[in-house]
């Protein structure tokens, strides 16, 4: 649509400070995008071009800023001062955010302009972006297929070209998922990497990240958004030199296991399987020692008690919804799979959480002693094609059935939410009916570096991110 929609959020940064291009001019060109692409994609719960383009008068060409005049969205679960923050439900609808995240603060310090807020599945639950009320959020890929969730909207902004980067966030797979979904990388930081105040101390399964179309973009990001933020419960330790220096240099031979199996002995479809391959072939002739290896995954019944965990904290959210309307929500206003986990974690007491956090640990101390022999692990990143619009958004009479439908869906992913360990998925090619194929590469404890170096050898020896959806169908 314009020679920005495919420039990478460091490049859109050079040109800017460069005087090639105008903070305003990228802004502008991003807008045109949203209003021709969006009525189609529906990533967006707001936009604010207004708003947008007077903070992008502020940036000069002469700004040091990593990302001076980039344009960029935050997902619709972190608050933006003066954004609708509905959280994808009716029962937040018409609310506006009085302050504003940390990470949105660390946003703006580096350059970023902030053109709006990204859809979401309501409360941020299923791995589909479908929530009733803001609306099917669709693959730019395919719109007849899921961008995924639940940072669906981010990622269908950034793989249709209408932001070279947006805001997510990932509690069980919610950033790396819509990256496999739309041919994005999405990396999950290691816990406490990036702070979640002044809402939260800390978050134990969630983190929050960036979806993009490099590696670069995202190490550059993660240096931006990572640190500690007063009053933060947890944090990660600052990194010994910044990412996107560690990119410079090679990871050396590393010890990689590769495996298709999963804890939840979901099938795997076969173009997951392929794309695993592919990721193994490149990864040997990347000079890697690569091995038929995985984790001793706990039994199937560990979905159940990370579903508890899981559902008590997406509980405590609608809780304190419920505490500024002052009523309990009514039928039309949260979602059947939301009020059944609203209704199962109010009947779970705190004992019964706390020892399901207690068997989580236990589980993740027994994944973590693998990666004492092995660097990397690479799975697929999904065992299942791009859900078709309207296959799992937990609406039905059995919601959760959808939600135990998802697992089938992505069953690779959570685990590492357990576990704190840094994970993203990437690109490695495309199948037969023209949607992204990915993998995920999961890292040690900390060492987002030596996992983005990985990402970034297998990006120069596959480049992907030229990569441009079909032309969106006239009306």
């Given at each position: ?8 959020a460091?490049e ?5 400070r460069?005087g ?13 995008r ?8 529906n ?8 708003r947008a383009?007077a ?21 619709g ?5 003066g954004f609708?923050h509905?959280?994808?439900?009716r ?10 995240a ?13 053109v709006?807020?990204?859809n979401?599945p ?8 479908e ?20 940072s669906?909207g ?6 249709s070209g ?5 805001h ?5 797979g ?6 496999a ?7 999950k930081p290691?816990?406490?990497?990036v ?8 978050s ?5 990240g ?6 670069a973009?995202t190490a550059?990001?993660l240096?931006?958004?990572g640190?500690?933020?007063?009053g ?10 910044p ?17 298709a ?8 479809d ?37 579903i508890?965990?899981?559902?008590s904290m ?19 206003e ?9 209704e ?7 004992v019964?959480?706390?020892g399901?956090?207690a068997?989580l ?7 973590v ?8 692990l ?7 094609r ?11 009479d059995?919601?959760?059935?959808d ?10 992913t ?10 993203l998925?990437?690109?490695v090619?495309?199948?037969d009916?023209?949607?992204?194929t990915a993998v995920?590469l999961v ?5 987002e ?5 990985v ?7 596959h ?5 441009r959806?079909?032309?969106?169908a006239?009306?």
């Open positions: 649509m314009d020679d920005l929609a495919f420039v990478s460091a859109t940064a050079a040109l800017v460069a090639a291009v105008s903070a305003r001019e990228a802004v502008e060109a991003a807008l045109r949203i209003e021709a692409l969006d009525p189609q994609l990533a967006f719960i707001q936009v604010d071009g207004e383009l903070d992008a008068d502020q940036v000069a060409p002469s700004d040091a800023q990593p990302f001076a005049g980039v344009p960029v969205a935050v997902k679960n972190v608050p933006v001062r609708e509905n959280l994808g439900s029962l937040f609808a018409g609310r506006r955010a009085e302050h504003s940390y990470l949105v603060r660390r946003l703006r310090e580096a350059g970023f302009v902030i709006g807020v990204t979401l309501e409360f941020a639950i299923l791995p589909t972006t929530p009733r009320h803001t609306g099917i959020t669709r693959n730019p890929w395919d719109p007849s297929r899921t961008p995924g969730g639940s669906g981010s990622a269908a902004a950034v793989a209408m932001l070279p980067l947006a997510g966030n990932d509690g069980g919610s950033l790396r998922i819509p990256a979904c739309c041919g994005l990388v999405g990396l290691s816990r406490g990497r702070s979640s105040g002044p809402d939260l101390g800390d134990w399964l969630a983190a929050n960036v979806l993009t179309r490099t590696v973009d550059l990001a240096d931006v958004l640190g500690y933020e007063v933060d419960a947890n944090w990660a330790p600052r990194p010994l030199e990412y996107v220096t560690a990119l410079r240099r090679a990871p050396g031979r590393l010890r990689i296991a590769v495996t199996s999963n804890p939840f002995g979901a099938p795997v076969e173009e997951a399987v392929r794309g695993l391959r592919l990721g193994a072939e490149l990864l040997a002739a990347l000079g890697h020692e690569v091995v038929e290896a995985a984790p001793a995954w706990p039994a199937p019944d560990a979905l159940d008690v990370f508890d965990v899981f559902g997406i509980a405590l959210g609608i809780d304190a919804g419920v505490r500024l309307a002052g009523h309990e929500p009514g039928e039309d949260i979602e059947p799979l939301s009020r059944a986990l609203y199962r974690a109010s009947g779970t007491s705190a019964a959480y706390l399901a956090v068997q640990q236990a589980i993740a101390r027994g994944l002693a693998f990666f004492a022999d092995h660097d990397v690479v799975t697929p990143a999904l065992a299942q791009p859900l078709p619009v309207g296959a799992c958004n937990g609406l039905g059995d919601p959760l059935a939600l135990a439908r998802s697992g089938l869906f992505t069953p690779y959570s685990l590492f939410n357990v576990t704190g360990q840094p994970a998925t990437l690109p090619g495309f199948g009916d023209g949607l992204p995920q890292g040690k404890p900390l060492n570096d030596r996992l983005l170096q990402a970034a050898q297998m990006e120069a020896a480049p992907w991110a030229r990569s959806p079909p032309a969106p006239a009306d």
